[in-house]
């Protein structure tokens, strides 16, 4: 893990989102290399059901900063102390589709097991990221998209579960920032804006 350039890295801030969110990206170390906690999303939230996400949510009025929204939502999704995120760095800010602005910070966190908050949370996955680093468990499109216009959509698929649309972006970003893993230079197909997404 190269801590050191996600630390240096100088984050783009989003200008565009009517509303403030922040989520931790959690990375768990352990003897056989370091791991990133995921959330899969309750289905019967109105936004993105069922979708993998990193914890966090929206900013709420009583959060000082994001930073803050990020650690709170961590700990009322996955039950994580906020005093034990060790904030190592950010990423690019990122505009969803919810019109939502999220700010994503680097967190190494303990190796411990947390609980899901079922009113918000279905699963809590660990996965590993030698896996999500492996060439054969990812794809991309590029299609034209009604929101953010051409954009490349990143799939990576472990464990049985789908990391894809906007944590698959930060989760692109944490990678070439973390590790030798880069993003190919092409993607694997290109699809009409109404095609059905593959996951």
Same mark, same amino acid.
């Given at each position: 893990?190269?801590? $050191?350039?996600?630390?240096?890295? =100088?984050?783009? !801030?989003? /200008?565009?989102? *009517?509303?403030? @969110? &922040?989520?931790? +990206?959690?990375?768990?170390?352990?003897?056989?290399?370091?791991?990133?906690?995921?959330?899969?999303?309750?289905?019967?939230?109105?936004?993105?059901?069922?979708?993998?996400?990193?914890?966090?949510?929206?900013?709420?009025?009583?959060?000082?900063?994001? $930073?803050?929204?990020?650690?709170? =939502?961590?700990? !009322?999704? /996955?039950?994580? *102390?906020?005093? @034990? &995120?060790?904030? +190592?760095?950010?990423?690019?800010?990122?505009?969803?589709?919810?019109?939502?602005?999220?700010?994503?910070?680097?967190?190494?966190?303990?190796?411990?097991?947390?609980?899901?908050?079922?009113?918000?949370?279905?699963?809590?996955?660990?996965?590993?990221?030698?896996?999500?680093?492996?060439?054969?468990?990812? !794809?991309?499109?590029?299609? *034209?998209?009604?929101?953010?216009?051409?954009?490349?959509?990143?799939?990576?698929?472990?464990?049985?579960?789908?990391?894809?649309?906007?944590?698959?972006?930060?989760?692109?970003?944490?990678?070439?920032?973390?590790?030798?893993?880069?993003?190919?230079?092409?993607?694997?197909?290109?699809?009409?804006?109404?095609?059905?997404?593959?996951?």
């Amino acid at each position: 893990m190269d801590w $050191e350039r996600i630390d240096a890295h =100088e984050p783009a !801030e989003a /200008v565009d989102g *009517d509303r403030e @969110a &922040a989520v931790l +990206v959690p990375v768990i170390s352990r003897s056989d290399g370091a791991s990133l906690l995921f959330t899969k999303r309750a289905d019967h939230l109105g936004e993105h059901p069922g979708q993998m996400s990193f914890p966090g949510g929206g900013r709420e009025p009583e959060d000082e900063t994001l $930073e803050a929204t990020a650690r709170r =939502e961590a700990f !009322e999704e /996955v039950g994580l *102390d906020p005093a @034990a &995120a060790g904030i +190592v760095g950010r990423l690019d800010d990122i505009p969803t589709v919810s019109n939502y602005s999220v700010r994503p910070f680097v967190a190494r966190i303990p190796d411990r097991e947390y609980v899901p908050n079922e009113g918000e949370v279905a699963e809590i996955a660990v996965l590993p990221i030698a896996e999500l680093t492996d060439r054969d468990n990812y !794809e991309s499109e590029r299609r *034209d998209h009604p929101y953010y216009g051409d954009i490349r959509i990143h799939y990576f698929r472990v464990g049985g579960y789908t990391v894809w649309g906007a944590t698959g972006r930060m989760l692109a970003q944490f990678l070439e920032l973390a590790t030798e893993w880069r993003m190919p230079p092409e993607p694997d197909r290109v699809v009409d804006p109404d095609a059905e997404y593959p996951v």
